[in-house]
């Protein structure tokens, strides 16, 4: 068993044939790990811009990559993810976070039409993995690559951050770390139906408390110093896409404000509770 662990650099690009702009593929970057945590191959490649014609400026900063640079290099898009192909052979495939698996159908489809990835059999969130194993997953926030690294202890060149391959190294190291042989089948998954299904779902927040798919049992808060059970005393409201209410809690007679942001995800609805202002609270009449 082998892994590929791919990062990718892309630039916002206006689109004329679509009307809207797409995350242009810029660079490839990627390493390839045996199954005993060895590094044994990687993979570096610009890719020429067939979209865009000019570098976002806050991308050409990030990444110190010029615009000389990428049309000088002569890689289209698919000469690159050619040469890919060869290169992850058949390796389970990872990535930091979703976002750069899904530019890349994102790019593959505009350019052959095709919505899979044919290469890609297996596939595992990196991210996600290192989020349970340092437990501090949190379905409202993300863990950084280089936020992963530090709790790690892991040291990394922060001017040669944002550029492909060195994140996909530092992804490497990551994944080495806390690479466990016991644990790792529970996070990859077959790159079957149901996998593109849920990777191209589109989250969203649900701001109407009368959805049944809201679990309005669970829509409640404990008081943040003694642990009871707080009193709902007045009715949600919708404010910016939450659900807000005033709580009080029977044991201390605390008053607070309590926020809850359902959002509906491929598996189910998610809700995300935060005690807004804990302290002076001024009661509504609802």
Not at 225 to 231: H, K, P
Request: include cysteine.
């Amino acid at each position: 068993m082998s892994y590929v662990i791919l990062d990718l650099e892309w630039n916002g690009s206006y689109c004329k044939k679509l009307h809207r702009y797409i995350n242009e593929i810029i660079e490839f970057g990627a390493v390839k790990i045996d199954e005993c945590m060895n590094m044994v191959d990687s993979f570096s490649m610009l890719v020429k811009p067939q979209i865009g014609k000019k570098l976002n400026s806050h991308i050409a900063n990030l990444t110190h990559i010029t615009n000389d640079e990428l049309f000088d290099s002569d890689n289209t898009f698919l000469k690159t993810l050619s040469r890919f192909e060869n290169f992850v052979g058949d390796s389970i495939l990872l990535t930091w976070g979703t976002s750069d698996i899904l530019a890349l159908l994102e790019n593959y489809m505009y350019y052959t039409g095709n919505k899979r990835l044919p290469f890609m059999k297996y596939y595992c969130d990196l991210q996600y993995y290192c989020e349970k194993k340092l437990n501090v997953y949190n379905p409202a926030t993300q863990l950084g690559l280089q936020n992963c690294a530090d709790m790690l202890g892991i040291g990394s060149n922060e001017e040669q951050l944002h550029r492909a391959h060195t994140d996909a190294e530092l992804s490497y190291n990551c994944f080495k770390e806390l690479y466990s042989p016991m644990d790792i089948g529970r996070y990859i998954s077959p790159a079957d139906d149901r996998f593109y299904r849920k990777i191209t779902f589109k989250n969203r927040q649900l701001t109407d408390i009368n959805n049944p798919m809201i679990d309005k049992s669970k829509m409640y808060f404990d008081c943040d110093e003694c642990g009871i059970r707080a009193e709902q005393i007045t009715r949600f409201k919708v404010k910016n896409k939450s659900f807000v209410a005033n709580f009080r809690c029977p044991k201390c007679r605390k008053l607070f404000k309590g926020k809850i942001t359902a959002r509906l995800k491929f598996d189910g609805v998610t809700l995300n509770k935060k005690i807004v202002t804990p302290n002076k609270v001024e009661l509504s009449d609802d």
